[in-house]
Structure formats: structure tokens, C-alpha cells
């Protein structure tokens, strides 16, 4: 299964924009990228996927790089909320919407 | 929100008794997860639902069996639970379907097995 890279840790400050990066260099062309985060305490809940092209939603921005090995999750503005453990995944595109996740990035904002 | 709901939401439990958590939505969604995840790492995939009574193993499926009776109810059950099976524990549903993309989790059981 193709694997994913991401920092443990990185932190940010409120109202700025951040960028969380992933590498994937083992992707295969018909894996989708997906972003999840988890919020202290709760579990998981989707943020975007893409697979090529770059994706925004009222969440976040996915830019993926053009050969596809690497992408990264832009957050515009960081508040407080968004503190949590943002975890890249890569997803085959199958009907069983299968997910593995890696340890993913702990983010943290300060005010 | 999809409407998942698991039970119970905190577990103690001795070692070697059979414990049973209860994942129920109301989405009627086609494909049902359960998924632990011990401090420091991310969740990993203990068995799957495709349909009713159509289930599969993930990753970490040894010592944990389940069932799906109807398509809101997926229950995992610890036959003789081991303190290594002290986790938190994630329900999570997806629709199915060429477009369907996304998991939704349930808020998770907290077992903890002395």
C-alpha cells in the first residue's frame, strides 16, 4: 500500500494562513488524497480529497503537486479550532472507501 | 452531522470476559467501519461492513469479531478481552457508491480492560 509522510508537529499562529504538508511519493494513479483532522477528543471527520487537480471547500485548499508525489493542506486562516491532528491518507479509488491512516500532523495555534 | 451513535461510550472491563460495542446510524448507509486507535498513532482498521450480514477483516482484526444484522447496527465484540485490546474505539458509516468519498465517525468508546 502506498504510504504517506507527514511532520509530527508543526505550529501556527492565530489568523494565519498555514500549510500542512505530504509526501507520497509511492502513489499510484488511481489513489485519491484525502485530508481527515481529528479535534481533541472526537473522531475523525473529512476536510477534502483530490486527485489531480488542485480542490477548494469552505474548509481548507488541496494543492497537489503535478507529479502527484507530494501535496499539501492549506488552511487560510487559522483560529483556535483548529487545533487538532490532520492526517493525510491516500485512498484507492474502490468501493470499499477503504482508509489507513499514518500518525498524521499535530497543529497547534497559538493566539 | 451523519447520525452515528456508539454505546456504550465508556468501558471498564477484566480480562478474558467478552465485551460487545454498538455502532447505530440512522443514514442508512451502505458501509460500516470499526477502527481503534491507541495514544500516539493513528486509527487502524479492525473489520468492515459492506451490506447486511456482509462483513470483512482490516488490519487488526485478530481477537475481534462482527456482525451486521441490519444496515444501522454494526456491533464488534471482544470474545475475551485482553488488556492489549485497551483502545479507544471508532464507528464510522459511508453511503457507497461511484461517488461517495467520505467516512463519517462516530464520537468513540473509550474500553479499557484491567
Known amino acids: 500500500d502506498a504510504k504517506t509522510t507527514q511532520p509530527n508537529s508543526m505550529e501556527s499562529n492565530e489568523e494565519e494562513p498555514v500549510h500542512l504538508p505530504c509526501n507520497h511519493s509511492t502513489i499510484s494513479g488511481t489513489d485519491y488524497i484525502h485530508w481527515y483532522r481529528q479535534l481533541p477528543s472526537q473522531g475523525p471527520e473529512y476536510v477534502i480529497h483530490?486527485?489531480?487537480s488542485n480542490v477548494n471547500n469552505r474548509m481548507a485548499s488541496l494543492a497537489i503537486a503535478e507529479d502527484r508525489k507530494s501535496s499539501t493542506l492549506i488552511l487560510h486562516r487559522a483560529t483556535l479550532r483548529d487545533a487538532a491532528v490532520y492526517y493525510c491518507i491516500l485512498r484507492l479509488n474502490n468501493a470499499g472507501n477503504m482508509l489507513t491512516f499514518g500518525g498524521g500532523t499535530r497543529l497547534m495555534v497559538k493566539p | 452531522d451523519a447520525g452515528i451513535t456508539q454505546s456504550p461510550r465508556h468501558k471498564v472491563t477484566e480480562t478474558g470476559t467478552p465485551v460487545t460495542l454498538r455502532c447505530h446510524q440512522t443514514e442508512n448507509h451502505r458501509y460500516m467501519y470499526w477502527y481503534r486507535q491507541d495514544p500516539g498513532h493513528g486509527l487502524r482498521l479492525i473489520h468492515y461492513s459492506y451490506g447486511v450480514k456482509d462483513t470483512d477483516k482490516g488490519e487488526v482484526s485478530d481477537g475481534y469479531s462482527v456482525s451486521r444484522s441490519k444496515t444501522e447496527d454494526f456491533l464488534l465484540t471482544l470474545e475475551s478481552a485482553t488488556s492489549s485490546q485497551t483502545s479507544v474505539y471508532f464507528c464510522?458509516?459511508?453511503?457507497?457508491?461511484?461517488?461517495?468519498?467520505?467516512?463519517?465517525f462516530g464520537p468513540g468508546t473509550r474500553l479499557t480492560v484491567t
Open positions: 483530490g486527485l489531480t
Open positions: 464510522a458509516t459511508a453511503p457507497g457508491g461511484a461517488d461517495s468519498y467520505e467516512q463519517y
